[in-house]
């Protein structure tokens, strides 16, 4: 592999991890509506970003799927877990167990392996 090529594919896989770290803000806006009542305008706006934040991934990722392999942008998908719990610690203050982390740390591990050329 060329260096430009090396360059490119990373281009792509920091591009992948923005389109997946945009579908987790989904579940962040899905918890705020959590926080209203049903059908109160607060859970309906959280809702309309939710939808919104799902309309801009779908488009992000038909972009991204063109680009790269299918089975490293599904393998990628589970890097979702780490995002997930940086926004449950930095908008929530959720507490992150150890077991948490080496969780995440076995999912990054599998992705490598799997982003890692022959």
Partial sequence: MS??????????????????????????????AAGYEFLSMGFILCYGVEIFILGLYAIFWQQIIKRVDLSVAYANRSIAILWS????????G??????NIIGVLLVIAGTMIVNKEG
């Fill in 85 to 92: 719990m940086i926004w449950a610690a930095l908008i929530f």
């Fill in 3 to 32: 260096k430009v090529e090396g360059k490119k594919k990373w281009l792509l896989l920091i591009l992948l991890q923005l389109v997946i770290m945009i579908y987790t803000l989904s579940g962040v806006a899905a918890k705020f």
């Fill in 94 to 99: 959720e507490h992150i167990s150890v077991q």
